[in-house]
């Protein structure tokens, strides 16, 4: 009995720390100026228009050995 349960609060606590992942980032996403930038794959001309999307947190990106561990992004 005490297995279930806790089979069944493991995955409860994936499911929250999925939705909480997939809030932040779509959270860094509609804030992030860089998403707004008209090409956002080109330089900015100016360095004024550099920090401009350069400001707010930037995302910390696990090493690839984490990811192929499992691990998330942010």
């Known amino acids: 009995m005490f297995s279930v349960l806790r089979a069944l609060g493991r995955q409860l606590r994936e499911v929250v720390a999925e939705c909480n992942y997939a809030q932040r980032r779509a959270v860094l996403r509609r804030v992030s100026p860089e998403y707004y930038a008209l090409e956002p794959d080109q330089a900015p001309d100016t360095y ?9 947190p ?3 990106e696990p090493s690839a050995a984490q990811r192929s561990h499992g691990q998330l992004i942010g």
């Open 58 to 60: 930037l995302m910390r």
């Open 48 to 56: 004024e228009a550099f920090l401009f999307r350069a400001k707010g």
